[in-house]
């Protein structure tokens, strides 16, 4: 980033945060972009996900054949 010396004295980062901290509420406060623990939750909850669903095909009834009777 570039620093950007602003009228008083004081650098300023230039780029996509430029001093804005954004604060979030409700859903957003726990996956976000901006943060790194935000983009951790996403990943957890991606490997969360797949490991049910990985889960639900290994553990699932399986379908019973019909026992084969001689006639």
Known sequence: MVDIWSG????????????????FTGFQKYFNSYTITGRRNYVLATY??????????????????PALTEQ
Do not use: E, T, W
């Open 48 to 65: 969360a996900s797949l490991a049910m669903i990985i889960l639900y095909f290994k553990l699932r009834p399986k379908k019973q054949k």
């Open 8 to 23: 008083n004295g004081q650098a300023v980062m230039a780029g996509h945060d430029s001093g804005s901290h954004p604060q």
